[in-house]
């Protein structure tokens, strides 16, 4: 195991969410303590460019077709032949519907302890997480393994993530990603009204534009 | 199709909350728990999925105070099958030590699709669902608002920030992680839940000895230290919507 923080970016429709700068910054806190280095991973396809204001030492970049979109399958398949391999000191994910999706995965597949929704870092590096909605904060060792962790904002800011200078990019090789299970077949615009879902007219229920026919 | 949903209680978040005297854990002495209402959604969703197919439904829990009562109500929404995980599993637990021991269970049950709340407001090691997929093998999406079930899959509706919905398809067996059924959990008349009391069975099934060693060590569980930034702005309202004015120009929104 070395002493690496990895990051795994999240993005969606050609856009880096505000998170992945704010985790950026968090494994910076966190590199301080361990002597590693901040690693930002970077899953997509034709995406490379989104690496270029991460404030990270390094990016790895893994570019496939199926990667294209987040989809849990892909994304599992891809991370967990680079986190067996490189074995870094932490991976942290966002606490969102891309992150939760895949650490919780990896963790029982891998074998490998999980921390979730953690803040932020205490100046040792022990993993502040928030429970119970927000009412009890938890302070957790860091396991002597590599360990992943989900992120939620509130510890710290995207600007500290952030770079003007463009980080050196290692394109890694995608592993065989063509028997997936989850697919995605198509992006809808959600409407909802009192929490839920309107209507049944596709048989998922969802308001829908009767010109456009989009929801 | 054959439907598991699994539920968990958590502490009811009205309820003051305190920590035991070790400082790590929550005291349970007088906590009230409730079903996760994300794992209410969960098994609304199985009961809708199956009024519109040939599914059979099971509903699954641990055996901790308050769980007969989601049982029963489960059976009177329709849940053919309903299940308490017997055990000892009352002192500290974590997810990753349940979800090992129910995988176990599961298995027995050979479910096509496994429904579980998309997250628990005790979770500290990640999520019930994704964990049970992990040790499974069974592909997981989470953050799911309706399924339909087509030809040996499903298509779930994911959802994403911002209104942003993908339908995800999905090879069975497989398990979805529920942020919201279809429709709100449904009500049922306590009538309905004493019926059911008396004709529904809970089967018990032992559950293995939960292995712990996998959990993080936790250090200190504390409250958060109430906040002293919050400014109230007084005054008639062109004074407020001036004084907003200056702050939004002092964070640089405006």
Do not use: W
């Amino acid at each position: 195991m070395n002493q690496d923080i990895y990051v795994v970016i999240e993005h969606l429709r050609g856009q880096a969410a505000d998170i992945s700068y704010l985790m950026l910054a968090g494994a910076r806190a966190l590199a301080q303590e361990t002597g590693g280095e901040v690693v930002a991973v970077l899953l997509g396809h034709n995406a490379q460019s989104l690496a270029n204001n991460m404030a990270a030492g390094k990016v790895l970049y893994v570019d496939h077709p199926a990667l294209a979109e987040f989809t849990s399958d892909a994304y599992q398949k891809a991370l967990a032949g680079l986190i067996a391999e490189k074995e870094p000191r932490a991976v942290l994910f966002a606490s969102s519907s891309i992150g939760a999706d895949v650490s919780s995965v990896l963790s029982s597949h891998l074998n490998l302890p999980l921390i979730s929704s953690c803040q932020s870092f205490s100046a040792d590096g022990r993993p502040i997480s928030q429970i119970c909605g927000g009412k009890i904060m938890v302070e957790s060792d860091l396991p002597d393994t590599t360990t992943l962790l989900t992120m939620i904002p509130g510890g710290y800011k995207s600007e500290e993530g952030q770079s003007g200078k463009s980080p050196e990019i290692i394109k890694v090789e995608a592993p065989a990603l063509d028997d997936l299970r989850v697919t995605l077949a198509i992006y809808r615009s959600g409407s909802r009204r009192c929490g839920y879902f309107q209507g049944a007219d596709s048989g998922f229920g969802g308001t829908r534009d009767p010109k456009s026919g989009q929801y | 199709m054959n439907i598991v949903a699994l539920f968990k209680l958590v502490p009811d978040l009205v309820e003051e909350l305190e920590i035991d005297q070790s400082g790590t854990a929550l005291n349970m002495d007088f906590l009230r728990l409730i079903i996760n209402e994300f794992d209410d959604h969960a098994i609304e969703q199985a009961i809708l999925l199956k009024e519109r197919s040939e599914a059979r439904v099971s509903v699954l829990g641990l055996d901790i105070e308050g769980a007969d009562d989601v049982l029963y109500t489960a059976a009177s929404k329709g849940a053919d099958q309903v299940i308490k995980l017997t055990g000892d599993f009352q002192g500290k637990s974590n997810n990753h030590a349940m979800a090992c021991a129910v995988a176990s269970t599961l298995k027995e049950l050979q479910p096509d699709l496994i429904l579980t709340g998309v997250q628990a407001n005790t979770d500290l090691d990640g999520s019930i669902g994704p964990l049970l997929a992990g040790y499974l093998g069974m592909p997981y999406v989470g953050y799911v608002s309706g399924v339909n079930a087509v030809d040996g899959k499903v298509v779930a509706r994911k959802e994403y920030p911002g209104g942003l919905v993908a339908e995800m398809e999905i090879k069975l067996p497989a398990v979805l992680g529920i942020q919201a059924a279809e429709q709100p959990p449904r009500y049922v008349a306590v009538t309905k839940v004493r019926q059911a009391m008396k004709t529904a069975t809970i089967e018990e099934r032992s559950l293995a000895e939960p292995d712990l060693s996998g959990g993080s060590t936790i250090r200190r569980m504390f409250k958060p230290e109430a906040g002293t930034r919050a400014e109230m702005i007084e005054g008639s309202a062109d004074e407020v919507a001036a004084r907003l004015v200056g702050i939004f120009k002092e964070i640089g929104v405006l």
